[in-house]
C-alpha cells in the first residue's frame, strides 16, 4: 500500500499537476487556427522559474535554452512561461529580426518591476526626431570628437590608480564604476567624486530590482521595494544636480562648451516642446540601465494574434529574442564556446545573426559610445598592465548576467612593475 500510494502521487506529480498550465492554454486557444510552437509551459503559478534559477544561478544559462533544443529540436520558436507570464521564445536570426522591427505587431515586452523601476520613458518608445536628438550626442562620430579626451583621462587614472594599490579588488565592480563615471561626465560635465559614487551605489541597488526574479512586492525587506526607494534618491540627486545646472547655464558664456545636460535642455519634441525634467532624469537612468545590464534576451510583446512560421502567438503572450542562443548557434559561429577573437578578421555574420545592440528603430543609443569606451580601455589594459586573478577557478554565475560569482578578484599589475 505504501509503494502503491508513492506511486499514485508520483503520476499525479509528473503526469497530471506538471501539465496543468499545458492543458490550460491549449483549452483557452482550442479555436486557433495555427498551433502553438512546441515547449512546455511549466508548472501552474511558477511555470518554468525552477529550471530557469537553476541553470542562470550557476553560470550554465545556455543550459536552460539547449534543453530545450534537445527536447523539442532546433525548430527556432518555443513556447514557455518565464518571469509570470506566457511566453514565446525565438532563437533564429530571421524570427529574431521580425520581432525586433516589426513594431507594429510587437511592443516592448520587458518585465514587471523594469517598468515599474525605468518607467513607460517616451525616450525610448518614440522613434522621430525626439529620440534622434537625444542620441545624436553619443552616436557615430561625435563620441570621438566629443569625449576621447574626457575617455582616455578616466581610463588611464583609473588603471594607475588600481595598480598602486597592490592588493586584490573586484576587478568587475571597479570597471562598473569606471563606466557609470564615463557616463556621468558625457551626461553632466564635472561632478563631486562623493556624489558619483553615491549615484552608483543608488543605482547598483535600483539595478538588483530590474531582472529580480521575486514578484516586484512593494514591502519592507523586498528587492523590488528597496529598488524602489533607490530610484526615488537618484531622482532627488540629479533633479538638485539640474536645477543648479539651469541656473548657471543663464550665465553661460558663447562657445562654452556643452555637456549632454545642456544639449538636453535645448531639445525640443514633435509638439515642439521642450523636455520635461522627469524626461531628462530618465534618459540618465534609462541609459546606464542598456549599458549596465545587458540581459540574456530581449523582451517584447504580441500586440496582435499573429502567426510565424506556421506557429500561433498569442496577442499579449511576451516574445523572447533570446540573443544568447542565436550568439551561440555553431551554424552561424563555429566551435561557438571557444573564445577566438580571430574568428572575425574577413568574416561577415549572416545578416540577423549578431543582434548584440539590437537592430533597427530600436538599435541601443548607447553602441557606439561603448564599443570606444572599450576599445580605448583594452587598449591601455593590454599594452601596459596584467590581471592577476586570485581564485582563477571561480565558478560563475548569469544572475543578471554572466559573471564570476567573486566580481573578478584580481591584482592590477604594471606591466613596467612586474
Known amino acids: 500500500m505504501y509503494a502503491a500510494t508513492l506511486l499514485a502521487c508520483y503520476i499525479f506529480v509528473n503526469k497530471v499537476l506538471r501539465n496543468l498550465n499545458d492543458w490550460y492554454y491549449d483549452l483557452k486557444l482550442r479555436k486557433r487556427q495555427y498551433p502553438l510552437p512546441p515547449g ?6 511558477i511555470g518554468n522559474l525552477w529550471p530557469f534559477f537553476k541553470y542562470f544561478s550557476s553560470g550554465r544559462r545556455d543550459m536552460f535554452i539547449n534543453n530545450i533544443f534537445l527536447r523539442y529540436g532546433r525548430t527556432g520558436i518555443y513556447k514557455t512561461h518565464l518571469y509570470g507570464s506566457p511566453s514565446i521564445i525565438v532563437t533564429t536570426p530571421d524570427m529574431c529580426k521580425k520581432v525586433l522591427t516589426d513594431e507594429e505587431t510587437f511592443k516592448m515586452g520587458y518585465p514587471k518591476a ?18 534622434r536628438l537625444v542620441t545624436a550626442p553619443i552616436a557615430g562620430h561625435n563620441v570621438s570628437v566629443m569625449y576621447l579626451e574626457c575617455i582616455e583621462d578616466i581610463v588611464i587614472n583609473k588603471l594607475e590608480e588600481l595598480s598602486s594599490m597592490r592588493r586584490s579588488i573586484e576587478f568587475l565592480n571597479e570597471m562598473s564604476k569606471v563606466s557609470f563615471k564615463l557616463v556621468i561626465q558625457i551626461f553632466m560635465g564635472s561632478c563631486n567624486q562623493g556624489l558619483v559614487n553615491k549615484m552608483g551605489d543608488l543605482f547598483h541597488v535600483m539595478s538588483c530590482g530590474i531582472f529580480s526574479m521575486t514578484p516586484p512586492i512593494n514591502a519592507p525587506g523586498f528587492v523590488f521595494n528597496k529598488a524602489i526607494k533607490a530610484r526615488k534618491k537618484l531622482d532627488k540627486i540629479v533633479q538638485y544636480i539640474i536645477d543648479e545646472r539651469r541656473v548657471k547655464a543663464k550665465n553661460r558664456q558663447i562657445g562654452e562648451k556643452n555637456d549632454l545636460l545642456d544639449i538636453l535642455f535645448e531639445i525640443k519634441d514633435e509638439g515642439a516642446e521642450k523636455l520635461e525634467d522627469k524626461d531628462i532624469i530618465d534618459v540618465l537612468v534609462v541609459l546606464e540601465t542598456l ?3 545587458s540581459a540574456f534576451s530581449t523582451f517584447r510583446e504580441a500586440t496582435i494574434d499573429v502567426n510565424i512560421n506556421g506557429y500561433f502567438i498569442p496577442k499579449g503572450w511576451k516574445v523572447l529574442v533570446w540573443l544568447s542562443a542565436m550568439h551561440m548557434a555553431p551554424e552561424h559561429y ?22 548584440h545592440f539590437g537592430i533597427g528603430r530600436r538599435l541601443c543609443p548607447g553602441r557606439d559610445l561603448a564599443r570606444y569606451e572599450m576599445t580605448i580601455f583594452l587598449h591601455y589594459f593590454v599594452l601596459n598592465y596584467r590581471l592577476e586573478l586570485i581564485n582563477p577557478e571561480c565558478p560563475l554565475t548569469s544572475l543578471p548576467f554572466l559573471k564570476p560569482v567573486d566580481n573578478c578578484l584580481a591584482k592590477v599589475i604594471k606591466l613596467s612593475d612586474s
Open 40 to 45: 512546455d509551459m511549466g508548472w501552474p503559478l
Open 114 to 131: 523594469f517598468i515599474l523601476l525605468l518607467a513607460p520613458n517616451r525616450i525610448l518608445s518614440e522613434h522621430g526626431r525626439l529620440k
Open 291 to 293: 549599458r549596465y545590464r
Open 334 to 355: 563555429s566551435n561557438p564556446e571557444e573564445y577566438n577573437p580571430s574568428r572575425w578578421d574577413d568574416y561577415n555574420p549572416a545578416i540577423g545573426s549578431f543582434l
